[in-house]
């Protein structure tokens, strides 16, 4: 009889590791889904966005043609005028085109000119980069559609690509927080097995309040705690620190800022990977960008879950200390 309930015992257990098993594996698959539907709808929005803008110059792009021309004219004029037998004329004639010539393009530059063409600008890496920043609500600004469809489009894919974000934000939370609590609880019980302590904090064993039954059968509940999560994060955010100084030639700390303001979401637009035309693999380099902001903020996601999860370990156990004591001080005072 003995054996026999001790069977029965063992056969809850066994069927509910199966269950989380599975809810393991159907997560990694929602996970492949979702996350591959985001990549796709961001490869679409791309080559949309590079066959509506392609064509399209920005409309001071003319005009600097124009007006560079115009003042070569001038410069020659000025040099035919005087020759070299009125050397300091020329220079002041000569001075006050390239003054007015210089304030004019810096007018030009300030509305939005940055003397790459169409096509330079809307390459497949770039268009990548601006999807993402439609849809996670970045919106660096450095790349805006200037034609209507362009603005159309923007709003349209907007509308579609938020909600589809959302929910690869929400899954690859909770796909990344169980693989994690997996591999800490690996690191945890190798540590425990290793020095034996005589109490373990991180891992706790606490009834399971889900069956229903009166069963004294304790669940084993991984708790992640909150400064292992902010060690991941500052990893990540050194990795994307170093990478990008190294690349962009930029400062640690405009590195470090960059990567902060992108996967909080905030998108000053101020640096941009790939901004600067002298360096080579600009747009490898967004490409890469692309894939560390999108894994970056599933790690936020997942940093988010291991938190709340704890917070709300935390106020149970307060909750159950609470309630004990009361109880105590309720039998205390049917006693007396």
Not at 197 to 225: A, T
């Amino acid at each position: 009889m003995a054996m026999t309930h001790g069977h029965d015992r063992e056969v809850p257990s066994q069927i509910k590791r199966l269950e989380n098993y599975y809810d393991q594996i159907w997560l990694a698959k929602n996970l492949v889904g979702v996350g591959g539907l985001v990549v796709t709808y961001a490869v679409m929005g791309a080559f949309a966005f590079m066959f509506i803008e392609k064509d399209v110059e920005h409309p001071m792009h003319y005009v600097v043609d124009d007006m560079r021309g115009e003042y070569v004219e001038k410069i020659w004029v000025v040099t035919d005028q005087f020759n070299v037998l009125h050397k300091d004329r020329w220079y002041t004639d000569v001075n006050k085109i390239l003054t007015e010539y210089q304030m004019n393009m810096s007018d030009i530059i300030k509305q939005g000119y940055d003397g790459k063409t169409s096509a330079e600008r809307w390459t497949f890496p770039s268009a990548l980069m601006y999807t993402l920043s439609v849809f996670t609500m970045i919106g660096f600004g450095h790349l805006v559609p200037r034609t209507d469809w362009g603005k159309a489009t923007t709003i349209m894919y907007a509308c579609l690509g938020i909600p589809l974000y959302v929910l690869y934000f929400m899954n690859m939370g909770k796909v990344l927080a169980s693989v994690f609590k997996w591999v800490y609880a690996r690191l945890v019980r190798c540590s425990r097995q290793r020095s034996k302590p005589k109490r373990v904090k991180v891992i706790e064993k606490i009834k399971s309040e889900d069956i229903e039954s009166n069963s004294d059968e304790e669940e084993e509940i991984i708790i992640v705690p909150s400064n292992a999560c902010l060690w991941v994060m500052l990893i990540y955010l050194m990795t994307g620190t170093i990478m990008f100084a190294e690349w962009e030639q930029w400062d640690y700390i405009d590195a470090c800022y960059f990567c902060v303001t992108s996967l909080c979401k905030i998108g000053m637009g101020d640096y941009v990977p790939g901004s600067n035309s002298q360096l080579g693999n600009n747009q490898t380099k967004l490409v890469i960008n692309f894939v560390y902001l999108l894994v970056g903020m599933g790690i936020v996601a997942m940093c988010y879950n291991l938190m709340k999860e704890e917070v709300m370990y935390k106020l149970r156990m307060l909750k159950a200390d609470i309630m004990t004591k009361l109880q105590d001080m309720g039998d205390r005072w049917r006693g007396n």
